[in-house]
Nanobody, 115 residues
Framework: QVQLVESGGGLVQAGGSLRLSCAAS????????MGWYRQAPGKQRELVAI???????NYADSVKGRFTISRDRSYNTAYLQMNSLKPEDTAVYYC?????????WGQGTQVTVSS
């Protein structure tokens, strides 16, 4: 059974940085696409960034120039480097992986940015 485990969330002041990690286990297959989504209280879950098997990336306009997604295909792991964090980045961040046509989600990690 595929599991995604996120880590790296926490509390940071505005302007600070955090690095999120997502490790996929329970499969020998490399994810086609890995991504990060977030959901703030009272809002819908939204795409933050995705990275394809060919390392093509796509970002939400709100995080372009501040966040960087990367992956280590050898370990089926994705990372999200978040710089210049803003209070509006506060949310639960979820990892997503598309493996053999099936979407998998992590349990989420809280990111809180204080002003």
């Amino acid at each position: 059974q595929v599991q995604l485990v996120e880590s790296g969330g926490g509390l940071v002041q505005a302007g600070g940085s955090l690095r999120l990690s997502c490790a996929a286990s329970g499969t020998i297959f490399s994810a086609n696409v890995m991504g990060w989504y977030r959901q703030a209280p009272g809002k819908q879950r939204e795409l933050v960034a995705i990275i394809s098997s060919g390392d093509n990336t796509n970002y939400a306009d709100s995080v372009k120039g501040r966040f960087t997604i990367s992956r280590d295909r050898s370990y089926n792991t994705a990372y999200l480097q978040m710089n210049s964090l803003k209070p509006e980045d506060t949310a639960v961040y979820y990892c997503n992986a598309l493996i053999l046509g099936t979407n998998h989600w992590g349990q989420g990690t809280q990111v809180t940015v204080s002003s």
